[in-house]
Structures are given as structure tokens and as C-alpha cells.
């Protein structure tokens, strides 16, 4: 492996920390003006900020961590609770830089991989939201890069820094699986590495990984394994299978969250394997990325994959897919990728600004969902004010996280209707509703004739709905029911 001698005339990392740091100060600005709310999987994340424990019904608990500490440093607002995105995508393109410098001895690979990886669309995007995707990149980055000076250092320190990163990754997202993965097989390829697998090294960086992990397993434990049993169900592979054309739906996705140049040039790189063989360094980097690409790929063929399911095979894409330009003198691909995703980022930012009186011009606005939740809120509290005694109830996930955020200076919180009696999701959990003889009951509803649940009541009566404009003509509608005389039944 070559070491990190290229370059040392120009200041690459200075270079690469002024670009990044700007660019995560422009995303900082645009969210401390951003008039959009929370989505409702973001909220969801909150609410658990104020519940912390070692696991939640769908993800492991560091998004609650990480928003618990932003929280405790700046306060409640949509803008404290987003900063650690584009402040941990800061990070992440400058462990990148240290894994290109590292595998191919250029300074310069690791500053456009970097740079490169910070402008990507997907990194855009979730800059201005918080997710679980997030705290995983930057963890399997330090990860890699741990690992990769691992292969040619003695030092334990690095293994202990890479079983650290990787528990932590488990901690953020169990994708973080696919970095075990990537790990055997680049001693699998590479018959250098692969006394790796069974030196102290690795057995330092084991220890590591699983003490970091071990309280989310025993929360599983402790909860008949609620989190693995809903990313097994997430799969969805018990359905009608073979569906071709997902399969290109997703494909097609990955240009917009790899970008459309550097998708290309990856699919180009992967089509000469055959032409062109790869060195070692491609081998590893291919290692990390392309069994990634190919299981989400048959999961998308055989039921459905979101776009983002990949997104850990982008670390090693970026440093590929850049360095194997920069060997070919192309750098003008490099930089004009980067400067198409800067210009994709730069309009993304002006329409999460939420300008008032400016709709994006899109047949179907996903931003559209953020706009409206403080008049929401504004709306449902004299009608909570007007029944104290009710037990205040939802029967939307998304709904009831949003409500739980827009209304968080109130200490009264709502419950949530178990349509079939098994939790499918935290709040049903958490948060089961339960009918009472005597019970009288404010349902906020997503829908417009929840009938399942006004069936369980003797009285139903329906209250005026609360309706906000949320732009392009749109309205968000909430129905409002109060209910009283529970019925006795079997289900619960």
C-alpha cells in the first residue's frame, strides 16, 4: 500500500477544510431560515430525544442521542435540531480525504474525493434534515479509514478506533452490517490483508465494536428483538416478488443520489473490470461499495428498495470513481461534477428556505408536507383546552410525532390507536391506547372516517376539522372526532 507522499507542496487538506467549512456554513444559514417543520419521521426521532433508551421500535437509539445533544446546546428549534447533519457531513468528507490519501498517496484524490462526497445530491438533501443516515456515513467513514491505516500500521490504536466507529455504526443503523462485509471479502481478494482476520488487530477492533453495541443487543433482547424483527419485515419479501421494474426505479434513483456524473463514470469503471483489472486499491475500495449496490438491487427486483438504502457504498464510490479520473487526467469530469451538484445543492437550499409566497414549481412538492405544522398546532389547542379530561388520541404515525413536536410546550401528550392489536411501530409500542368505561376520548385524525375506531364508541360526534393551507392550493386536513362510552370488545 502506497503511502501519503504525493502532493505535500500544496495545502490540500487546508484547501478542502475552507471549501467544506463554507459549504457547511451556507447549509447552517439556510436552516436557521428555513420556515419548514420537522417531517414526520424527523419528529418521530425528537420525541424520542425525550425518551432516551439503548433501542426504538424501528432504529437503534443514536439519532435520539445526537438530537438529545443538540438539543441540550441550542435548543428545541427545527434548525438545532437538523445542525449535526450538515456539521457531521463535514466530517465525513474529511475522513474521506484521509481514506483517498491513504489507498492512492495523492493529497490531491483525497481533496477532490472529499469534495466531491460533500456536494453530493443525497448529501445536499439530507444536510437539511436529520436521519439515520447521517451519524452511519460519517461513522463508517472513520470506520474505513481506521481500517485502511490498520492494514499498514502495527499500532492497536487504530483497530480500537475502528471497533469504536463500527459499534457506534450499529448504534446509528444495522446497515452498518455491509462494513463487516467489506472487510472479509477485501481479505478475501486480497491475499496480503488476510492475516488481518485473525491478528490481535482484529480481535482489538471485535472487543471494540461489540462493547460499543452490546446495550442496543440486550434492549433487544429485553424486547423480543423488536428492531431486527421490523428491519426483517422491512424487507417485505413475503409479497407478490420480481418486480423489474423497481428494480430500474431504484437504479435510475442512485443518479440522483450519487449525481449524474459520478454515476456514470462508476457504472463505466464497473463495465471494464474485465478490460481494465483492478489494482489493490480498487479491489478494497470495490469491496466497500459494489456488494452494497448489488444486495439493495436484488431487494429492489424481489419486493422494493428506497433510494437512500445504498448510501454507505458512496464512501468508497466517491474515492473510486475520483481517483480513477484523476489517473486519466479527466479532472475536468471531476470538477464538473462537483460544480452540477454544488448548482443541485444551491437550488435544493432555496426551496427548503420556504420562502413565504413561493411554491416550487413541481407537480409534487415532498417538501410540501414540512409547511403549516405551527398553525396546526395553533388551531388544535383551544380545542384541547376545551376537553382537559379527554384522552387525546391519534391513529398516524407521522401525524402523531408532528403534533408531539408542534405542540412540545404542553405536558399533555397523545396516545395512539392499535388498529390490529400488534404494534407496528414505536408509538404503538409506547404509546397504546387502551379503552376505559368512562373513557372520553379527542381523536385527531388523519383520515376522514376512521371507522374501525368510531365503531368501538357509543357516541360519536364530530367537531370542525382543522384545516391549513400549506401552499399550491394544497390543504392539510385534520378530522376531529369526540367519543365517549367505550364499547366492550374482544380486541384490544
Known amino acids: 500500500m502506497q503511502t501519503v507522499t504525493a502532493d505535500r507542496d500544496r495545502p490540500y487538506f487546508l484547501w478542502l477544510l475552507l471549501a467544506v467549512g463554507a459549504l457547511t456554513a451556507a447549509r447552517i444559514a439556510v436552516l436557521g431560515f428555513s420556515s419548514l417543520g420537522l417531517h414526520g419521521d424527523e419528529a418521530q426521532y425528537w420525541s424520542w430525544s425525550r425518551d432516551l433508551a439503548w433501542g426504538y421500535?424501528?432504529?437503534?437509539?443514536?439519532?435520539?442521542?445526537?438530537?438529545?445533544?443538540?438539543?441540550?446546546?441550542?435548543?428545541?428549534?427545527?434548525?438545532?435540531?437538523?445542525?449535526?447533519?450538515?456539521?457531521?457531513?463535514?466530517?465525513?468528507?474529511?475522513?474521506?480525504?484521509?481514506i483517498a490519501a491513504t489507498l492512492t498517496g495523492s493529497r490531491r484524490a483525497g481533496f477532490w474525493s472529499g469534495l466531491s462526497f460533500a456536494t453530493l445530491p443525497a448529501?445536499?438533501?439530507?444536510?437539511?434534515?436529520?436521519?439515520?443516515?447521517?451519524?452511519?456515513l460519517f461513522l463508517w467513514a472513520v470506520a474505513m479509514l481506521a481500517f485502511v491505516r490498520s492494514l499498514e500500521s502495527d499500532s492497536l490504536g487504530w483497530p480500537l478506533l475502528l471497533g469504536l466507529a463500527a459499534g457506534a455504526g450499529f448504534l446509528a443503523k444495522y446497515a452498518m452490517a455491509y462494513f463487516i462485509l467489506g472487510m472479509v471479502l477485501v481479505a478475501l481478494l486480497s491475499p496480503s490483508h488476510r492475516s488481518w482476520l485473525l491478528s490481535r488487530k482484529a480481535l482489538v477492533a471485535l472487543v471494540a465494536m461489540l462493547a460499543v453495541f452490546a446495550?442496543?443487543?440486550?434492549?433487544?433482547?429485553?424486547?423480543?428483538?423488536?428492531?431486527?424483527?421490523?428491519?426483517g419485515q422491512n424487507t417485505n419479501l413475503k409479497g407478490d416478488l420480481f418486480h423489474f421494474g423497481k428494480m430500474l426505479e431504484f437504479v435510475g434513483s442512485q443518479a440522483g443520489v450519487f449525481g449524474p456524473v459520478l454515476f456514470v463514470v462508476l457504472l463505466w469503471r464497473l463495465a471494464a473490470?474485465?478490460?481494465?483489472?483492478?489494482?489493490?486499491?480498487?479491489?478494497?475500495?470495490?469491496?466497500?461499495?459494489?456488494?452494497?449496490?448489488?444486495?439493495?438491487?436484488?431487494?429492489?427486483?424481489?419486493?422494493?428498495?428506497?433510494?437512500?438504502?445504498?448510501?454507505?457504498?458512496?464512501?468508497?464510490?466517491?474515492?473510486?470513481?475520483?481517483?480513477?479520473?484523476?489517473?486519466?487526467?479527466?479532472?475536468k469530469i471531476v470538477a464538473g461534477g462537483v460544480a452540477l451538484n454544488l448548482t443541485a445543492g444551491a437550488i435544493l437550499g432555496?426551496?427548503?428556505?420556504?420562502?413565504?409566497?413561493?411554491?416550487?414549481?413541481?407537480?409534487?412538492?415532498?417538501?410540501?408536507?414540512?409547511?403549516?405544522?405551527?398553525?396546526?398546532?395553533?388551531?388544535?389547542?383551544?380545542?384541547?383546552?376545551?376537553?382537559?379530561?379527554?384522552?387525546?388520541?391519534?391513529?398516524?404515525?407521522?401525524?402523531?410525532?408532528?403534533?408531539?413536536?408542534?405542540?412540545?410546550?404542553?405536558?399533555?401528550?397523545?396516545?395512539?390507536?392499535?388498529?390490529?392489536?400488534?404494534?407496528?411501530?414505536?408509538?404503538?409500542?409506547?404509546?397504546?391506547?387502551?379503552?376505559?368505561?368512562?373513557d372520553e376520548v379527542l381523536l385527531v385524525a388523519k383520515w376522514d372516517n376512521p371507522f374501525p375506531i368510531l365503531e368501538r364508541f357509543g357516541t360519536v360526534d364530530?367537531?370542525?376539522?382543522?384545516?391549513?393551507?400549506?401552499?399550491?392550493?394544497?390543504?392539510?386536513?385534520?378530522?376531529?372526532?369526540?367519543?365517549?362510552?367505550?364499547?366492550?370488545?374482544?380486541?384490544?
Not at 64 to 87: D, H, K, M, Q
Not at 129 to 135: E, F, G, H, M, R
Not at 371 to 377: E, N, V
Not at 388 to 393: N, Q, T
Open 350 to 438: 432555496f426551496f427548503f428556505l420556504g420562502l413565504p409566497g413561493f411554491d416550487p414549481p413541481l407537480k409534487s412538492d415532498p417538501l410540501r408536507r414540512l409547511r403549516g405544522w405551527d398553525a396546526t398546532a395553533d388551531q388544535l389547542r383551544p380545542v384541547l383546552a376545551a376537553h382537559p379530561g379527554a384522552v387525546w388520541l391519534t391513529e398516524d404515525r407521522k401525524t402523531m410525532a408532528s403534533l408531539l413536536y408542534a405542540l412540545r410546550d404542553l405536558e399533555r401528550r397523545p396516545l395512539m390507536w392499535d388498529y390490529d392489536g400488534h404494534p407496528d411501530h414505536h408509538y404503538e409500542l409506547t404509546e397504546r391506547y387502551l379503552p376505559k368505561p368512562g
Open 123 to 136: 448529501v445536499s438533501l439530507s444536510s437539511f434534515l436529520i436521519s439515520t443516515d447521517v451519524p452511519l
Open 57 to 98: 421500535y424501528t432504529k437503534p437509539p443514536l439519532i435520539a442521542f445526537v438530537i438529545a445533544a443538540a438539543e441540550s446546546v441550542c435548543g428545541s428549534g427545527t434548525a438545532c435540531i437538523r445542525a449535526p447533519s450538515p456539521l457531521l457531513h463535514a466530517g465525513t468528507a474529511l475522513a474521506i480525504f484521509g
Open 273 to 331: 473490470l474485465r478490460r481494465e483489472r483492478p489494482g489493490e486499491t480498487e479491489k478494497l475500495l470495490l469491496a466497500f461499495c459494489i456488494p452494497v449496490l448489488l444486495i439493495i438491487t436484488v431487494q429492489s427486483f424481489l419486493s422494493r428498495a428506497n433510494a437512500n438504502w445504498a448510501a454507505t457504498a458512496y464512501v468508497a464510490a466517491t474515492i473510486l470513481t475520483v481517483a480513477w479520473l484523476l489517473r486519466r487526467n479527466l479532472l
Open 215 to 231: 446495550p442496543n443487543l440486550l434492549w433487544n433482547v429485553e424486547s423480543g428483538w423488536v428492531t431486527v424483527t421490523h428491519v
Open 462 to 492: 364530530r367537531l370542525p376539522a382543522v384545516e391549513v393551507d400549506i401552499g399550491a392550493g394544497e390543504t392539510r386536513r385534520l378530522h376531529l372526532f369526540l367519543l365517549r362510552n367505550p364499547l366492550p370488545s374482544s380486541a384490544s
